[in-house]
């Protein structure tokens, strides 16, 4: 893959991503939003990686989610989402400030119910 396409590919992504958490946000402000950055087959790997995968099978700091996360904290205002980062597992959740009800003991909870349910069926 040509890198330059494989970005285009990728930045189209994130827009259209991007617009639809927007419209959702427009029709509903308590609305927020979350992802982890899948690792790379490298960043995956135990013999390359062993100090970045956790016991969950998760792993910390992934490539996808560094670059994610630069971009939702440029497009998402503190204004109105609290960004809640868990580099451990390469975790994100825009948390929008008019949802008192979501607690950050209940996002925690979220992704590690999301973790035990996706990852370690493996």
């Given at each position: 893959m040509h890198k330059t396409t494989g970005y285009q590919n990728a930045k189209r992504v994130f827009d259209t991503v991007t617009q639809i958490a927007i419209e959702i946000y427009k029709d509903n402000s308590k609305a927020?939003?979350?992802?982890?950055g899948a690792p790379k087959?490298?960043?995956a790997n135990e013999k390359l990686n062993s100090q970045n995968i956790n016991e969950d099978?998760?792993?910390?700091?992934?490539?996808?989610?560094?670059?994610?996360?630069?971009?939702v904290m440029r497009l998402f205002s503190p204004d109105q989402f609290d960004h809640l980062d868990m580099a451990t597992s390469s975790s994100y959740m825009l948390r929008s400030k008019n949802n008192s009800d979501l607690t950050p003991k209940l996002v925690q909870q979220f992704f590690i119910d999301y973790?035990?349910?996706n990852i370690n069926d493996d």
């Amino acid at each position: 893959m040509h890198k330059t396409t494989g970005y285009q590919n990728a930045k189209r992504v994130f827009d259209t991503v991007t617009q639809i958490a927007i419209e959702i946000y427009k029709d509903n402000s308590k609305a927020s939003f979350a992802f982890m950055g899948a690792p790379k087959l490298d960043e995956a790997n135990e013999k390359l990686n062993s100090q970045n995968i956790n016991e969950d099978g998760s792993v910390a700091n992934t490539q996808r989610f560094l670059i994610y996360k630069r971009y939702v904290m440029r497009l998402f205002s503190p204004d109105q989402f609290d960004h809640l980062d868990m580099a451990t597992s390469s975790s994100y959740m825009l948390r929008s400030k008019n949802n008192s009800d979501l607690t950050p003991k209940l996002v925690q909870q979220f992704f590690i119910d999301y973790i035990e349910e996706n990852i370690n069926d493996d």
